[in-house]
């Protein structure tokens, strides 16, 4: 069972958008960038666009959740941001798995 850490600092942010690569669907945009260590570190990003704080903190709270019970299936050793868009803040729980699924396999970083 993998565990993954979280990006926090803003440096390491910018360092995913300036060098990772990004794919994008109806609901979630990913960054992806390799960090040469064992361990996969997520970070979401929910902007006040979207809506208030209680819809921001819901949507990343599903995310989180979403990417946990799923992390078997990633590879590791991935800096990951996460980017809600505002379409994100209507949906469920499942729309936002297969909509996080869809984009790890556009990033084939699926096991």
């Not at 799923?70 to 209507?90: M, P, W």
């Amino acid at each position: 069972m993998k565990f993954s850490d979280s990006l926090k600092k803003n440096a390491d942010f910018k360092m995913v958008y300036s060098r990772g690569v990004s794919y994008a669907n109806r609901y979630l945009v990913m960054y992806v960038l390799k960090n040469g260590t064992s361990q996969n570190r997520l970070g979401i990003s929910v902007s006040k666009k979207v809506g208030n704080s209680v819809i921001r903190h819901h949507l990343t709270r599903l995310i989180r959740e979403s990417y946990r019970l799923q992390e078997e299936l990633f590879n590791s050793g991935l800096d990951i941001v996460i980017v809600a868009r505002v379409t994100a803040k209507d949906c469920n729980y499942h729309q936002i798995e297969e909509a996080l699924l869809h984009l790890g396999s556009l990033h084939k970083i699926l096991v």
